[in-house]
Structures are given as C-alpha cells and as structure tokens.
C-alpha cells in the first residue's frame, strides 16, 4: 500500500500549515500509509487512545488533558498512556507544548510539530493531502483531455493519430491534461483522477511537427493539471472485421474497469474521412445526455417499436374491415 515519510508530509504543507518541527526530529522516516480495511480520514485525528490515529492532534482540550496529567501527583509520564504506534503528533492553535509530550516525542523518536493554526482546520487540510498523495494509482497510455468538462482518455494502437486529434480538439476550445503517460489515481471507491508526469507537462509530442508547448501556443487555459476521468474513446482501425463486429445499436454501455472503478467506454473507428474530432464531441454529448436520464438508442429504438405497434394495430383494423 502506498505510504509517505513525516518529511515529506512536513515539506509539502510547512508554509500552507505554518508547521514548526519542535522534537523527535529522528523520526522523520517515520512512514504514514493506509492499511487496507482503513479510509485515509481515519489516518488523521484528535488525540484518541481508543481509535489510534497515526497523525495525532492536539487543540485546547487535548493539551489541557495534557497538562493536568503533567500537574498530577501521581504522574508518571506518557510511557503508558501512549501504549501505541504513532506517526506523527501535531500541537495546533499555537499552544504551548506539555514538557512531557515533548519529552515523550525526543526519547521514541516520534516527530513533534506545532501549528499556529486551529485543529479542525489543519485536520481537513491533512486528511485532503493524504487522500491525493496515498491514492492507489497506475499508468495508462494515451492522450488525456478535458472535453466539454468531461475528462476524456484517447486510447488505441501507436500510429491512429490519438495526438492530431488531440490538437485538433485543442484547437477547437478544450483542454490538455496528460500526452503519452497519463497517472490514473484512485482518490475515492469510485472516482479516478488523471495527472500528468511532472516531466511530460505541458507537451504534446506530434508526427512531423515534433514536442509541442500546447501551454505557449494556445494559452494558460489549453491546459489542466488534473481532471477526473469519466469517459474512455478507444479509437480502433475500421476494418471490415471491425466494423462487422459493432452492434450499431447496442444498448449496453460499454465500460472499462481501472483500479477496479467502472468507466464508461466507446469504441471509434478510424477511417479516412472521419471528422474524428466531431465525432469526439458528440460521443461526450452523448455522455452527458446519458448522465441526465436521456438515451438517444434507446429513445429510437422505443419509437421504431411503437410504429411497428401502431402498423400492425391498423393492420388488423384494415384486415377486420375487409371482412
């Protein structure tokens, strides 16, 4: 499952966070990960000895808790009360921070930071970053881009033009996300995000013309940094097999299973001809047309077998007039 360091996750959201590291700074490999029966928000809580949180935080109650143990007589320092594995703790609304957590944090090499901002806040800004950076993810070739609000994936075999099309639909108002390497992350049980190499931002490799800076050429507003993917295009040769193959009016929606999240899919032959990128748009219409209860085969399918209804109804009349 995949994880990060208290480093990292101290490096990312420092300015954001206004994070100080107060002690245990041995603990900075310290790793924050999902276990697989455990949602992300569960990584990041109050401090909680019941539901142990790997990111534990502290506001007003907590410290007051703290420090009224800390006061006590009979006080024996936090050895046995923190009887669990932790990540990370984090002292939030700026409070000072109780000797013996810090104390605690120096000796077991557990990383100690302080926040000047409230708990609530800083918790919904944690458990957001942890649900982005510890997505499942996977890699998946072709052209990702953002049609009509839709995050559509062009794919098919090398050399069918995924990247012409690409730049004639860029051309025409919509939006590169990722060409080539698209990063496909699971950020819920059903939602998968598509992101762009760090490397590959901005490009877009065409035959004859070579990488182009979509970005420069048509502006900041040709490019996404992510978009969530809801339709793949799978442009495939039209051959005469092919096209023997295609139900020309199937009901069935085609889907896909990426991370084992259903995505609606449509195949698109290639033929020359073809206004690729006008068929494109209308299969996103389509899509959205579905989304909202309307489907056009189904609607002609139904009218075809209401006429053949209603001629075979007057059939019958006609046949019972002759008589």
């Known amino acids: 499952m995949p994880s990060i360091s208290v480093r990292r996750l101290y490096k990312d959201n420092q300015q954001k966070l206004h994070l100080a590291w107060t002690a245990g700074t041995?603990?900075?490999?310290?790793r924050i990960g999902v276990a697989a029966d455990k949602p992300?928000?569960?990584?990041?809580?109050?401090?909680?000895?019941?539901?142990?949180?790997?990111?534990?935080?502290?506001?007003?109650?907590?410290?007051?808790?703290?420090?009224?143990?800390?006061?006590?007589?009979?006080?024996?320092?936090?050895?046995?009360?923190?009887?669990?594995?932790?990540s990370l703790v984090i002292v939030a609304n700026d409070l000072p921070v109780p000797n013996t957590l810090r104390d605690y944090c120096h000796t077991h090499n557990v990383p100690l930071l302080t926040s000047a901002l409230e708990s609530p806040y800083l918790m919904d800004?944690?458990?957001?970053?942890?649900?982005?950076?510890?997505?499942?993810?996977?890699?998946?070739?072709?052209?990702?881009?953002?049609?009509?609000?839709i995050g559509v994936l062009l794919t098919g075999s090398s050399g069918l033009g995924?990247?012409?099309?690409?730049l004639e639909l860029i051309s025409?108002?919509?939006s590169l996300v990722a060409d080539d390497a698209v990063e496909l992350h699971r950020t819920s049980p059903e939602v998968l995000e598509g992101r762009c190499p760090?490397?590959?931002?901005?490009?877009?490799?065409?035959?004859?013309?070579?990488?182009?800076?979509?970005?420069?050429?048509?502006?900041?507003?040709?490019?996404?940094?992510?978009?969530?993917?809801?339709?793949?295009?799978?442009?495939?040769?039209?051959?005469?097999?092919?096209?023997?193959?295609?139900?020309?009016?199937?009901?069935?929606?085609?889907?896909?299973?990426?991370?084992?999240?259903?995505?609606?899919?449509?195949t698109l032959p290639v033929a020359a001809g073809r206004n690729l990128?006008?068929?494109?748009?209308?299969?996103?219409?389509?899509?959205?047309?579905?989304?909202?209860?309307?489907?056009?085969?189904?609607?002609?399918?139904?009218?075809?077998?209401?006429?053949?209804?209603?001629?075979?109804?007057n059939q019958e009349d006609s046949d019972y007039d002759d008589d």
């Open 277 to 313: 990128a006008v068929l494109v748009e209308a299969a996103v219409r389509n899509y959205i047309l579905q989304l909202r209860g309307k489907d056009s085969t189904r609607e002609f399918l139904e009218r075809h077998q209401a006429m053949m209804k209603e001629e075979a109804f």
């Open 162 to 166: 995924k990247s012409e099309l690409a």
């Open 26 to 30: 041995g603990g900075g490999d310290n």
């Open 125 to 149: 800004v944690l458990r957001i970053y942890l649900q982005r950076v510890l997505a499942v993810s996977t890699m998946k070739h072709g052209v990702f881009l953002d049609v009509f609000e």
């Open 172 to 174: 025409r108002g919509h």
């Open 198 to 266: 760090t490397m590959l931002r901005d490009f877009l490799e065409v035959r004859g013309l070579g990488v182009l800076n979509i970005r420069h050429i048509f502006g900041e507003t040709s490019i996404r940094p992510k978009k969530q993917l809801k339709l793949i295009i799978n442009l495939v040769p039209a051959d005469d097999e092919d096209m023997k193959q295609l139900d020309r009016l199937s009901i069935r929606s085609e889907t896909e299973s990426i991370l084992n999240v259903r995505i609606r899919a449509v």
């Open 40 to 86: 992300v928000l569960a990584l990041v809580g109050h401090l909680n000895f019941i539901h142990h949180n790997q990111v534990q935080v502290l506001g007003v109650a907590e410290v007051e808790y703290l420090n009224k143990l800390e006061q006590a007589e009979n006080s024996t320092g936090l050895d046995g009360l923190f009887d669990f594995p932790m």
